[in-house]
Each structure stands twice: as C-alpha cells, then as structure tokens.
C-alpha cells in the first residue's frame, strides 16, 4: 500500500503551484471589497437616522 501523504510535503507542493491573481479577479476582488465597506457605510448611517425603527412593542 503506498504511504499516506506528508503535510509538509503537500505544502510545498501547494506553493510551487502558486499562480497570481489574474487581472479581471484583482477587480473582481476590489469591487466585492468597495460594495461591502460602502453598503456597511450606508446601513450604519440609516441606522443613527431612523433610531425609531428599532422600537420594542
């Protein structure tokens, strides 16, 4: 039966097979990041403005 792989070994394996970021998934990347930071922007802010919505029954 052939051994059970090494972690150590996977490892470096994993990083010789490192490829970089295309172009297109940098902004893909930048773009998930500006919406998500923006739209927690704008809820927060919604948030303080209409304290009221919260009210307990």
Known sequence: MAEDPK???ELKKMRQE???LLPVEKKLIAWS???GLTLLVVLYC???FLP???RPL
């Open 52 to 54: 009221d919505s919260h």
């Open 33 to 35: 990041l500006g919406i």
């Open 7 to 9: 972690i150590g070994d």
């Open 18 to 20: 490192y490829e970089p």
């Open 46 to 48: 919604v948030s303080k």
